[in-house]
């Protein structure tokens, strides 16, 4: 069983109208800025969450998909 992986989701920043579908804006890898594509986000694991901080309902977690957790590619 792998390590499951999340991409953090700043609410501050999204189109709040737009999610959960589009509009969103990403936490980059590292705590380094936002991006709004999803392909450059970050990866944190449930202890990287712990350690986040951020205003009241500042952001949200997504979990990562499993064909990215465990490297399966489907076309």
Partial sequence: MGTRLYRIICLKRSEKEMLPMAGKVYWRPNRAGYTEDKAEAGLYTGDDLEDCAGALHDW????????????????
């Avoid at 977690?61 to 499993?66: F, R, W």
């Fill in 60 to 75: 949200v977690a997504e979990p990562v998909e499993a064909s990215i957790r465990f490297g399966v590619y489907r076309v």
